[in-house]
């Protein structure tokens, strides 16, 4: 049973296969964090609390002459808010009265089979109900009556915990909520160290370490998206921990908008850890009996380092997250036709492109921007979703039909969120683009947004899809975004609910995106925000891979696929083979590393096919042919970071079945040196007692040998140059 209640029904602990969660609602019903790490019984931890009197931390009523008794103290689940508790608060309200507090007080907790969905947005799904009970546990606020429902999602096969909560306003007047977090946490005891994934458009998720310490680490997003400068992910470990050992604790924002995340020691050096929505600017009316959802925080906790924590994400993502067709099935290779022609492109190019990849075993032609409305540029067109027939001669039926005889699928670019000035939509309704009255807006890349807390812009979005995709031969669909939203406004939320705003665009999004893949179903969907702009949890929810990065550079790549790999898995990893010199740092490496790099990831390219040497074509068709021959492994398979981020030399990372038959390995040279060393490889993930055959040299050892010796390289790569090989078990 992976959810245990005292018989008193006050002492909550959580089990999973390897991990163990203990709360406690104390006599005055304030719900004490007791225990998050190793599996460990159900045995009352709550001695581990040794309480004294602190100076300047007050007392709450209940305490009455016990000054040792303080909320600004003790560890928590629910961090108050202006009733004593001096740290961050995590829930904020403001009464109709104008006082600012909020002091929730333990009331009952239930246990029900199941994962908890959340009205309008993303979160894990348990089809069958088998794999998943949830806790959920009632608190009342002191004074308002306000309830707070706190949801605890339980996968113990999984190794995971997710955590939401609900508030309803039990009152007659509104109350305004100021901040509301997914998840608050108070861990006692620890001395850990934060990682986050952090970096700016085209070098994503780098990861960043350092100590948590008494002043603030808080990192997050104002942008309206999750974006490209701060992912909504971060890990909590010990100071020595590394890849193979040591305590690592996971926190995964299924959410695509402004977040915020935080950890910070406290005056007992208590880590409060802290993850949900940012508070910028978001100020949500609740009227009497309505009730507000928080976004899911996914869970996790490792005591064997980094590789296991990641392999608990990729699965739960992979698994319980991603939905649809091509969860499983195999992704087909694509060809964009961006980097080959920019806008300039008429549907004769595009069929020469096609025609040429086709012979080469790609499988997918996607036409890109500047198919539509008057879009010569990216200065003009957005929002116009009718396809200009001047470059398009026939329209878009025809040119996938020509397209489907050369048998090759066809899949589409489009930008549903934006809207140029310059464009029919915009001059018909000025009003739907997000601006401030008054004001003249902030413009990026020469665009505006459209205001997706609208349904009459929804709806309109989602009949031009209807338009478009009902009556074309479409497999595919690109859903981008291509810039930050400020000048926040809605015609419709304003005044009172302006504060709504940015929130209730995201829940737009949502709910456009759910109408799609379930009008769609059998298309492949990848989201994609200026590249990785928007790779989060919460968008695998409808596209079971997002474009990575802008930058295509297989160099930058080794980084930005190795910070996207800590939790998310690379099935979703939108990864391509581009042209050299590279269009985004002017690099060139050899095809073969390209593709190598690429194969980390839903594979495709984005070049001119055409300007490829003969020896150049015949490796790309050798390259599709091992697609297809590791696509087990690379989308189905346990992914192990073989080396660190700051080594210099090489980069190397390996695939291993589930089964344990094979495993595949990767390595990159990423500079070159006089008088060079051998690379030396490490081998992760072969089962002991077996015997394996490694493709490179021909030996056998035991899986256990392998595991413990690695591999030396037999040749020495130059800089840029790439090696991949095999193991395989054998009798």
Known sequence: MAIQISPNGRLMTIQTNDSSYQMLADKNGVLLHLYYGSSIGAEDLSDLIVRSDVGFSGNPEEAGLDRTYSLDTLPQEVASSGVGDFRDDSVRLTHPDGSCAADFRFESCEVVSGAYSIPGMPALYDTDKKNSETLIIKMKEKASGAILHLYYGVWEEENVITRTASLTNAGKEPIYVEKFLSCSMDMMDRDLDLISFTGRHAMERTMERTPVTHIKTEFGSIRGTSSHHYNPAMILCDRHATEDAGDCFGLCLAYSGSFTAMAQKDQRDQIRVQMGINPYQFRWCLTGGETFFAPQVILSFSNQGFSKLSHQYHDILHEHMCRGRYKHERRPVLINNWEATYFDFNEEKIEKIAAQAGELGIEMMVLDDGWFGKRDDDNSGLGDWFVNEKKIRGGLPKLSEKIHEKGMKFGLWFEPEMISEDSDLYRAHPDWAITIPGRVPNHARNQLVLDMTRSDVRDYLMARFEEILGNTKIEYVKWDMNRSICDMYSHIYKGEQSGECYHRYILGVYDLLERFVQRFPEILLEGCSGGGGRFDAGMLYYS?????????????????????????????????????????????????????????????????????????????????????????????????????????????????????????????????????????????????????????????????????????????????????FTFMKVE
């Open 544 to 724: 079971p891979q997002i474009w990575c990065s802008d930058n295509t550079d297989a160099m930058n790549r080794l980084d930005i696929q190795y910070g996207t790999s800590f939790f998310y898995p690379i099935s979703s990893v939108g990864a391509h083979v581009s042209a050299c010199p590279n269009h985004q740092t002017g690099r060139s490496v050899p095809l073969s590393t390209r593709a190598d790099v690429a194969l980390a990831g839903s594979f495709g390219y984005e070049l001119d096919l055409r300007l490829l040497s003969d020896e150049e074509k015949a490796q790309v068709k050798e390259q599709i042919k091992e697609f297809h021959d590791y696509y087990d492994l690379t989308h189905e398979g346990d992914y192990y970071r073989l080396t660190e981020r700051d080594n210099t030399s090489f980069t190397a990372w390996e695939f291993v079945a589930k089964n344990k038959e094979r495993a595949l390995v990767e390595v990159v040279k990423k500079d070159a040196w006089g008088n060079p060393l051998p690379v030396h490889v490490a081998i992760k993930g072969l089962e002991d007692n077996s015997m394996y055959v490694c493709s490179l040299n021909g030996i056998k050892r035991s899986g256990k040998t392998w595991n413990h010796a690695g591999i030396t390289l037999p040749k020495f790569l130059s800089a840029g140059e790439s090696m991949k």
